[in-house]
């Protein structure tokens, strides 16, 4: 019954500025998605883009085979922002009860407890919490609204590390017990290494990665030795960038390692994670020939 979402050569121009360039991508059901860029890449236009917040210059977006802009697919996509679309008197359970009305289902019981986890009370005015209670406000929110897709954008935006924790911990739970498909931007790679199943990264203005997070550390090699010796192993493989220490060179490789080519005594092969993937790949500029 779920529904891919497909996103088809989508671009976005604010004015002359291009945000998004012929971004095409498609999310399965009932699979977390970490949504990865630099400042500005353009995630969150994506996000409202797809949520029909904003409107793309070109391209579209489908659940199934229908557009998103209508009553039937919209109320499968449910989007929290950093923009606060809330009127400004308006209370944690009074925000609960909007989704209620817009989605239903909201599971109630399990928002009060994620309230409780985050020392909230519901009737407390959104507009006054701090930043991270803000944010804890609106996770407590998203994880407990029925859609079959929920985007997060910046879900632990000035949250401190234990309340970050619980969201961690809430998130799964609230997968296991409805698997959907969810969507989560954030500057946080390491902490997510461990809960995305697949990265979506966005740079340039499009998609540079659209792959599962096994398979780009399966290809996450650190080759470290005599410079000379890195450089003959390393030959002709896709390094992304070097760093040197004294006469020991790190090649940073993105690719598989070729079974025939025999790795000297002094050469030595590790792994690099998603966080330094991440920076290897769209730190432009001091890259190698693509
Ligand atoms: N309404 C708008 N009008 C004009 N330019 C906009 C508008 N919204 C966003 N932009 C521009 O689009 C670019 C992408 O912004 P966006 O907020 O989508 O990036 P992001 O990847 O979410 O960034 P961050 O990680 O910093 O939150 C930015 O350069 C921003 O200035």
């Known amino acids: 019954m779920m529904e891919q979402l497909k996103i088809s050569h989508l671009s976005k121009k604010f004015g002359r500025r291009v945000i998004l360039d012929d971004v095409s991508f498609t999310l399965e059901p009932a699979k977390i998605y ?4 630099r400042n500005g890449a353009g995630k969150s236009t994506l996000l409202n883009l797809i949520s029909n917040r904003i409107f793309p210059t070109s391209g579209s977006i489908k659940l199934g ?4 802009n209508t009553d039937q697919t919209l109320d499968q996509v449910f989007l929290i922002g950093e923009d606060n679309l809330y009127y400004k008197q308006v209370k944690i359970n009074q925000m609960f009860d909007l989704a209620d009305g817009a989605y239903g289902n909201f599971d109630y019981q399990n928002a009060e407890q994620m309230l409780k986890r985050f020392e909230l009370e519901g009737n407390q ?6 930043t991270g209670q803000k944010t804890a406000a609106k996770i407590s929110l998203a994880l407990n609204v029925d859609a079959d897709y929920i985007f997060l954008d910046e879900p632990v935006l000035g949250l401190d590390v234990n309340h970050r924790e619980i969201f961690y911990q809430e998130l799964i739970k609230s997968y296991q017990k409805r698997p959907r498909t969810i969507v989560l931007s954030t500057h946080l ?10 990265v979506i990264l966005i740079d340039r203005h499009q998609v540079l990665e659209d792959t599962d997070v096994q398979d780009l550390l399966d290809r996450a090699y650190d080759i470290s030795g005599p410079a000379k010796l890195v450089d003959q192993y390393t030959e002709g493989l896709n390094v992304l960038s070097t760093t040197d220490l004294g006469n020991i060179r790190t090649a940073h490789v993105f690719d598989q390692l070729p079974e025939d080519r025999i790795l000297p005594d002094q050469v030595q092969v590790g792994h690099y994670d998603l966080q330094h993937l991440f920076i290897y790949l769209t730190n432009g500029g001091q890259q190698k020939d693509a």
Request: net charge negative; charged share 30%; aromatic share 4%.
């Open 34 to 37: 970490g949504l990865l860029g």
């Open 125 to 130: 005015k959104f507009a006054k919490l701090s």
């Open 65 to 68: 085979d229908q557009e998103v």
């Open 189 to 198: 790679i390491d902490e997510i290494q461990q809960l995305v199943e697949h």
